[in-house]
């Protein structure tokens, strides 16, 4: 059967109508293209629909010519007005119809220099390309068992702890300056494309330009190396808004997105409203896109000026009612160099050692530890590179689990003696 222009499709479809084969509460008005929209609405305005408002209503009300050419569509169709799904095909063709008419907004406003929102256009254009209509669908018709929520990262730290990483939508770790957190997002880069050897990432630093950022990760991961020699690996310092952004991973078809910096983002006064804005736009890209975007963010002001001595808060990111709403996964950073200045005991004090601690799992901890807690990097337990340590690498600190040491999720309350050790502070309170 060949393809339908949408207003072939329009015919077909209002014909089936006017022959009482298919209802008109089957379609809305603007599944249709002019005048068979019109001529839809007006059945619709009425509160019953007899089969004489299908024939003599219509016909005294609106063009003669126009109703004969969807009967007469309707009467070459050879017995396929039941067996085939119009209504699917009518939608599908509307579809086809708004994507070719928004690239052709798009490429005049590009011809002139303009970038304008291409973000409406890539849902629909990835929609096609998984052949799927826009719009709803039945409920049958969506493979809902597949749905996951999460997905191995590669990297045992995340994934036996909070059990991966989300399949798409934000995650967002946030910590204070010179914590580490481009380092973590490189870390969990070079994990990731390691165990998926056909997936590639995207890296839009906005926190420092693309070859320092690149000499400074490969030097701490060189296994980051092998995805790099492959093409796998994209960055840019320069692309620093949401549309720009979204059109680079489309371009690309990147499994994975890191956005190194959510401040670069926000241009003008710093404000709930403005950082709300830039939420909303990262929600949208990975759902969108269905990837997962890696954010890293800012604690807020009382957040740096406690992280000296006590853990990161859930509520310690940056105007973080958008960043709690927008999250799948919410992960602070933190560092202690002295465990004898550090207060908070909630989990396990150590010297010059590193906590990711999961504050928020939307899917909750399903196959994995119980959370929310946080996974512990020692420098006992470090990896080693030239006398150097490897950021938020080498064996997390754990209990045994079926023999091994497996890394653990230290939940809050964890922080009492453990295995021998007792914080400077609980040591301190004991003398007293």
Same mark, same amino acid.
């Given at each position: 059967?060949?393809?339908?222009?949408?207003?072939?499709?329009?015919?077909?479809?209002f014909?089936?109508?006017?022959?009482?084969?298919?209802p008109?509460? %089957?379609?809305?008005?603007?599944?249709?293209f002019?005048?068979?929209s019109?001529?839809?609405?007006?059945?619709?305005?009425?509160?019953?629909?007899?089969?004489?408002?299908?024939?003599n209503?219509?016909? %005294?009300?609106?063009?003669?010519?126009?109703?004969?050419?969807?009967?007469?569509?309707?009467?070459?169709l050879?017995?396929?007005?039941?067996?085939?799904?119009?209504?699917?095909i009518?939608?599908? %063709?509307?579809?086809?119809?708004e994507?070719?008419?928004?690239?052709?907004?798009?490429?005049?406003? #590009?011809?002139?220099?303009?970038?304008?929102?291409?973000?409406?256009?890539?849902?629909?254009?990835?929609?096609?390309?998984?052949?799927?209509?826009t #719009?709803?669908?039945?409920?049958?018709?969506?493979?809902?068992?597949?749905?996951?929520?999460?997905?191995?990262?590669?990297?045992?730290?995340?994934?036996?702890?909070?059990? #991966?990483?989300?399949?798409?939508?934000?995650?967002?770790?946030?910590?204070?300056?010179?914590? #580490?957190?481009?380092? /973590?997002?490189?870390?969990?880069?070079?994990?990731?494309?390691?165990?998926?050897?056909?997936?590639? %990432?995207?890296?839009f630093?906005?926190?420092m330009?693309?070859d320092?950022?690149?000499? @400074?990760?490969?030097?701490?991961?060189?296994?980051?190396?092998?995805?790099?020699?492959e093409?796998?690996?994209?960055?840019?310092?320069?692309?620093?808004?949401?549309?720009?952004?979204?059109?680079?991973?489309?371009?690309?078809?990147?499994?994975?997105?890191?956005?190194d910096?959510?401040?670069g983002?926000?241009?003008?006064?710093?404000?709930?409203?403005?950082f709300? @804005?830039?939420?909303?736009?990262?929600?949208?890209l990975?759902? *969108?896109?269905?990837?997962?975007?890696? *954010?890293?963010?800012?604690?807020?002001?009382?957040?740096?000026w406690?992280?000296?001595?006590?853990?990161?808060?859930?509520?310690?990111?940056?105007?973080?009612?958008?960043?709690?709403?927008?999250?799948?996964?919410?992960?602070?950073?933190?560092?202690?160099?002295?465990?004898?200045?550090?207060?908070?005991?909630?989990?396990?004090?150590?010297?010059?050692?590193?906590?990711?601690?999961?504050?928020?799992?939307?899917?909750?901890?399903?196959?994995?530890?119980?959370?929310?807690?946080?996974?512990?990097?020692?420098?006992?337990?470090?990896?080693?590179?030239?006398?150097?340590?490897?950021?938020?690498?080498?064996?997390?600190?754990?209990?045994?689990?079926?023999?091994?040491n497996?890394?653990?999720? /230290?939940?809050?309350?964890?922080?009492?003696?453990?295995?021998g050790?007792k914080s400077?502070?609980?040591?301190?309170?004991?003398?007293?």
């Open positions: 059967m060949a393809d339908k222009t949408w207003y072939e499709a329009s015919q077909i479809n014909g089936l109508v006017m022959r009482g084969i298919r008109p509460q %089957a379609y809305s008005p603007d599944d249709f002019p005048p068979y019109g001529f839809h609405q007006s059945l619709l305005d009425k509160e019953t629909i007899t089969a004489d408002d299908l024939k209503g219509l016909y %005294a009300a609106w063009s003669p010519s126009d109703l004969d050419a969807a009967l007469h569509a309707v009467a070459s050879n017995g396929s007005s039941i067996d085939v799904d119009w209504p699917a009518l939608r599908q %063709a509307r579809s086809k119809y994507i070719s008419d928004e690239l052709e907004k798009v490429g005049r406003s #590009g011809k002139k220099g303009n970038l304008p929102d291409i973000l409406p256009l890539m849902g629909k254009l990835r929609s096609f390309s998984v052949n799927a209509t #719009g709803l669908q039945s409920s049958r018709d969506i493979d809902w068992q597949s749905a996951k929520g999460l997905q191995k990262s590669g990297w045992d730290a995340i994934d036996l702890t909070v059990g #991966g990483i989300a399949e798409s939508g934000p995650i967002i770790a946030f910590a204070a300056t010179k914590t #580490g957190k481009s380092f /973590w997002t490189f870390k969990l880069l070079s994990e990731y494309l390691n165990y998926y050897p056909e997936k590639t %990432a995207a890296v630093s906005l926190e330009a693309s320092r950022q690149l000499k @400074r990760s490969f030097e701490m991961y060189p296994k980051l190396l092998k995805p790099h020699e093409g796998r690996l994209f960055i840019t310092h320069k692309t620093r808004t949401i549309e720009g952004i979204t059109a680079d991973v489309s371009t690309k078809e990147c499994d994975i997105v890191v956005i910096g959510v401040d983002m926000v241009k003008g006064d710093y404000s709930a409203g403005t709300a @804005r830039a939420w909303s736009g990262i929600i949208e990975g759902v *969108v896109m269905e990837i997962p975007v890696v *954010v890293t963010a800012q604690p807020n002001r009382t957040g740096k406690l992280a000296n001595k006590t853990f990161l808060e859930r509520y310690s990111i940056e105007w973080s009612g958008g960043a709690e709403n927008a999250a799948e996964q919410l992960f602070a950073l933190q560092h202690i160099q002295f465990a004898s200045d550090f207060e908070d005991t909630r989990f396990p004090v150590f010297d010059d050692t590193y906590y990711m601690i999961s504050w928020l799992q939307r899917e909750g901890w399903r196959e994995a530890q119980d959370g929310p807690g946080a996974v512990i990097f020692r420098p006992d337990e470090a990896e080693y590179i030239n006398g150097s340590r490897v950021l938020w690498g080498g064996q997390a600190y754990g209990q045994s689990m079926n023999g091994k497996a890394p653990t999720l /230290w939940r809050v309350g964890a922080g009492k003696p453990v295995g050790y400077n502070r609980i040591k301190k309170r004991d003398e007293d």
